[in-house]
């Protein structure tokens, strides 16, 4: 590529992760390096190991939970703008999980952004995904595909709830594994509290706490050791759990309980069959197909590089809706899918554990994979 060309690229794939030429910093680096800024607290996209981190502030918390205390991060406000090197680097709502952030970075009046994770409908436990106008956007894909179209909150928790009052009525418990991060916030957000009292796995109130510090409003939550958390109790509940909690002894208390699964591979029968659990919840925190399309958009950026997920069918489709778009190889995963991957095809399995503030859960690598296929 000629020098010229060169210079003007304000990201570029490394095999440490994305990287800023001009600024010297990575975004999301999968790679120890000497300054990454972290886009969200999930654990394939905020590793351990860098010298220097640059997060939202409200990703501090989960962020030196998992990374450990004496990190050196500095953090932002939404619309906050530092100058490093040239490149004006400023943080923008992703509407992902609390903290997350959409990276702009400017420099001889070219905007690029880097958008990690994102979902365009707002949740009640982050602000909104922003549209952020650019020259370059970089997008994730991880729900590509057409037959991805989430049910909105209202509808979703309708189905939640009227699941939960129904199991209570008969009682029995109603335990929903979720992501302990993000997702589990989400759902005692849009739930129903009035139904019965809610139980909450170990690896899921640590997180709680982060959120309700940062002031997101959220029911009272019960351990299952708590006092007076007893058998007759426990058949009204809702129980979140992390999926690494499906068949081992913690589940033992619940008796004769109603299972289901909240995540996007939900609307994949398939996904709910080999998880095993009697109801699957559509609900995920990245946006669906018609919420990709949206949210790039609503950028007007001309050109855009796709990160994960669904890439060569979204590369395919902005290119032919007349975009210079290509895929960008990286090691980001999906949260959702924890256990999923090994076994399910098809483009809908890739993804790897993200479960922070899950002591169980290892956090592997996956080799670079950058596109999936139509299932
Ligand atoms: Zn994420």
């Known amino acids: 590529m000629p020098a010229q060309q060169e210079e003007d690229l304000l990201v570029v794939a490394r095999p440490e992760g994305l990287y800023c030429p001009p600024g010297d910093f990575y975004i999301d680096p999968w790679r120890p390096v000497a300054r990454a800024v972290i886009t ?26 998992r990374l450990g205390s004496d990190i050196d991060l500095q953090t932002l406000a939404y619309g906050e703008a530092i100058e490093h090197r040239g490149v004006r680097v400023s943080l923008h709502p992703a509407g992902h999980v609390l903290g997350s952030a959409q990276v702009r970075l400017e420099r001889r009046a070219r905007v690029w952004v880097a958008s990690g994770d994102y979902k365009t409908e707002p949740d009640g436990t982050c602000p909104p995904f922003e549209p952020v106008p650019c020259d370059t956007f970089i997008t994730e894909s991880t729900f590509g595909l057409p037959i991805y179209r989430w049910p909105t909150q209202a509808v979703l928790f309708a189905e939640i709830d009227a699941w939960w009052r129904a199991n209570a009525q008969a009682g029995r418990a109603s335990v929903l594994f979720c992501y302990a991060f993000g997702k589990a ?99 995920s925190d990245h946006a669906d197909w018609p919420g990709l399309q949206q949210a790039i958009a609503g950028t007007g950026a001309e050109r855009v590089f796709v990160t994960h997920g669904s890439v060569q069918v979204m590369v395919r489709w902005l290119t032919e809706n007349g975009l210079d778009a290509q895929g960008f ?4 995963g999906d949260e959702d899918d924890q256990e999923t ?28 994979e950058g596109e999936g296929e139509i299932p």
Do not use: C
């Not at 849009?190 to 640590?206: F, L």
């Not at 002031?215 to 759990?241: F, I, M, N, Y």
């Not at 190889?329 to 980001?332: A, C, F, N, R, S």
């Open 40 to 65: 969200h607290a999930h654990s394939d996209h905020a590793r351990a190991g860098h010298a220097h981190y640059l997060a939202h502030t409200d990703s501090a918390g989960t962020l030196r939970a």
């Open 185 to 283: 916030q989400r759902i005692l957000h849009g739930v129903d509290a009035s139904i019965g009292p809610i139980v909450v796995h170990g690896a899921v109130e640590p997180l709680n706490a982060v959120y309700r510090a940062a002031g997101v409003s959220l029911p009272p939550t019960l351990r299952a050791d708590d006092e007076g958390v007893d058998a007759a109790l426990l058949k009204r509940s809702l129980v979140l759990a992390p999926p690494s909690a499906q068949g081992s002894p913690w589940m033992r208390r619940f008796g004769n309980y109603a299972d289901a699964f909240a995540s996007g591979w939900m609307q994949l029968r398939g996904t709910r069959r080999r998880r095993g659990v009697d109801r699957g919840f559509v609900m």
């Open 329 to 332: 190889k990286t090691e980001y």
């Open 341 to 368: 991957s090994s076994s399910s095809g098809g483009g809908v399995g890739r993804g790897q554990a993200a479960l922070d503030g899950d002591a169980e859960s290892p956090h592997p690598s996956l080799p670079p």
